[in-house]
């Protein structure tokens, strides 16, 4: 089959590698219809995710058809078109019983602080993703969702990750009607975040990032107010001085590749000594009001990182932070989707054909082309 092969920080290509097979009674084969490439992919492109091997595919992000599934699979059959939780999830273990399906203790034999993820490296499972013409999902009882007929696939892909992990960003800030929320990020989690803000009764949203194009979006779809943080001579004071007494809520949707301080670059991003570029979180904690709450969906890797945890302890800020769990999730946010509270698919500005995959990684990561989200076709999805 056609599948991305990661070859070392920024070289991926297409190849063909072997088609999966069932490994386990509880395995299912997915034939991939559409498979996104995350800004989380942009962490393990940038080489910043320890032991991301060459070889791997990525892609958390797929729907696809059911082609196979184990003797132990009942719930999904060969023919069902299912859209598939970034997470994998025993749903048996003491976190998945909490709903913590993001922290499954089975899935990850390789680590115990996350559970397995599709195609993102060793620390979270080793396993193959989607961003292929097949992939092997385990534990296919718990994940898999089909996909209702009324549903376009552009949506539905959209639930697998960006969804969820946007309107989960918004929940763990714990906002409250006329609550005042700033997202770093306006990439298509930081817009989706702030979009679900208003769903929890903000009053104000404010979205901050440096790329225009993102900003004129966000400004038209969250709505909300945005800021190019490179034309604001200090983003904390600015943010402060706006919002009186600091944002009741910072949302951090930007994670290890963040921009806008060298120190945090050199130290995070070139020279890895912490888990990645800690700036937007920084900002987070720096501009939430005392007694604020922080919530942080950006990602960062296992090792620490420089934050200023003395404002944290004398401010009496609350963190929250997660991997979405995004089957937790799904039934409410189909339910925001079929009344159209949320349009997922406006945030798709690319559909580029699996083959080319490598194109599609340089214009997302290098924001080329205005490009908010790439979705890869793999051919036998292309009519
Ligand atoms: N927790 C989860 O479950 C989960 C799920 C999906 C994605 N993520 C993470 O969420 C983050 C965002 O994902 P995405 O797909 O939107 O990524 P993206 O790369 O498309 O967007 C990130 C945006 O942040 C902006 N940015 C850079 N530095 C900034 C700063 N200092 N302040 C404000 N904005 C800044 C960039 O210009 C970019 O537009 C990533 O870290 C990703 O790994 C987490
Ligand atoms: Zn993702
Ligand atoms: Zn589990």
Known sequence: MLAMNYRGPHRVRIDRKPTPEILHPEDAIVRVTRSCICGSDLHLYNGLVPDTRVGMTFGHEFTGVVEEVGAGVHTIKRGDHVLVPFNIA???????????????????????????????????????????????????DVGPTVIPDWMDLDDAVLLTDVVPTGYQAAEMGGIQPGDTVVVFGAGPVGIMAARCAWLFGAARVIVIDREEYRLAFAAQYCPAETYNFESLKDPVVFLKQTTVIGADVCIDAVGADAAGSRMQTILGRKLLLEGGAVTALHWAINSVKKGGIVSIVGVYGPIGALVPIGNVVNKGITIRANQASVKRLLPRLIEHVQN????????ITHRIPLEHVSDAYRIFSSKLDECIKPVLVPPSARS
């Open 340 to 347: 159209g509270v949320l349009n997922p698919k406006a945030l």
């Open 90 to 140: 025993c749903g048996r273990c003491a976190f998945c019983r909490e709903e913590l399906y993001g922290n499954c203790h089975e899935s990850n034999p390789q680590a115990t602080a996350v559970g397995g993820i599709f195609g993102y490296s060793h620390t979270a499972g080793g396993y193959d993703g989607g961003q292929a013409e097949y992939v092997r999902v385990p534990y296919a």
